[in-house]
C-alpha cells in the first residue's frame, strides 16, 4: 500500500486551508515527500511545492530541508571529523542514497 501520495494531498489540503499554525512541518513533511518518497510521491510533491511554499521565505526553507535530508547544504561536500579511538576520518553525513533496489 502507497500512503506517500495521500500524505503530499493531506499536506497541501492543510497547507492550502491554511490549517495548521506554522506551514513548517508542511514543508518539512513535503522535503520528506522529495528525498524519501518513491517516483510518485517525488512527483507529486514537486508539482505541490509551489502551493505550499508560497513565499520566497517559505521556499528558500523547503530547499534548506530538502539539502539536509540528502546530506548536503548548497551542494557542498559533506564536512570531514575525525572520530573514533584512532582518530580515523569519517564523513559527518551519510551519502545519499541512489537505490532503494537491492542488488540480490
Given amino acids: 500500500m502507497m500512503h506517500g501520495p495521500r500524505v503530499v494531498r493531506r499536506v497541501v489540503e492543510l497547507?492550502?486551508?491554511?490549517?495548521?499554525v506554522s506551514n513548517k512541518p508542511c514543508l518539512r513533511v513535503l522535503?520528506?515527500?522529495?528525498?524519501?518518497?518513491?517516483?510518485?510521491?517525488r512527483v507529486m510533491a514537486r508539482e505541490a511545492a509551489p502551493e505550499v511554499a508560497r513565499t520566497p521565505d517559505e521556499l528558500r526553507k523547503l530547499e534548506q530541508y530538502v539539502n539536509t535530508m540528502r546530506g548536503?547544504?548548497?551542494?557542498?561536500?559533506?564536512?570531514?571529523?575525525?572520530?573514533g579511538e584512532r582518530g580515523a576520518v569519517v564523513p559527518s553525513v551519510w551519502p545519499p542514497r541512489?537505490?532503494?533496489?537491492?542488488?540480490g
Fill in 15 to 20: 497547507s492550502v486551508l491554511r490549517r495548521v
Fill in 98 to 103: 541512489t537505490s532503494r533496489l537491492v542488488a
Fill in 72 to 83: 548536503t547544504t548548497l551542494g557542498a561536500a559533506p564536512a570531514l571529523k575525525r572520530g
Fill in 31 to 41: 522535503a520528506m515527500s522529495l528525498t524519501l518518497g518513491n517516483t510518485a510521491t
